[in-house]
Nanobody, 123 residues
Framework: QVQLVESGGGLVQAGGSLRLSCAAS????????MGWFRQAPGKEREFVAC????????YYADSVKGRFTVSRDNAKNTVYLQMNTLKPEDTAVYYC????????????????WGQGTQVTVSS
């Protein structure tokens, strides 16, 4: 079992940047594919990005492609989401999650989840 804790959320103006972190406890972090999702009030949880075990492959939702970058440091058991050129529509609670297959985009395909961190982008 793995426990995930997200951090780095906050309030930022449109056009600004934030870097989210997701720290994992437990063993074998490097054996997990990691994903980022977000959920805005009244909306379903949606896929943002994922990264494979080595960190050499990444995949993004069209809505964040070119603005967000996912990376990982397996030595630190941490995955990151660098968010640039933020827009008000990026406002949501952001979650990290584990998977065993790279490229999944549905929340039901992911196994372990963090508690989320709030990102609010003001216009």
């Amino acid at each position: 079992q793995v426990q995930l804790v997200e951090s780095g959320g906050g309030l930022v103006q449109a056009g600004g940047s934030l870097r989210l972190s997701c720290a994992a406890s437990g063993r074998n972090f490097g054996s997990y594919v990691m994903g980022w999702f977000r959920q805005a009030p009244g909306k379903e949880r949606e896929f943002v990005a994922c990264i494979n075990r080595s960190g050499r492959s990444t995949y993004y939702a069209d809505s964040v492609k070119g603005r967000f970058t996912v990376s990982r440091d397996n030595a630190k058991n941490t995955v990151y989401l660098q968010m640039n050129t933020l827009k008000p529509e990026d406002t949501a609670v952001y979650y990290c999650a584990t998977d065993t297959v790279y490229g999944h985009t549905r929340p039901s395909e992911y196994d372990y989840w963090g508690q989320g961190t709030q990102v609010t982008v003001s216009s």
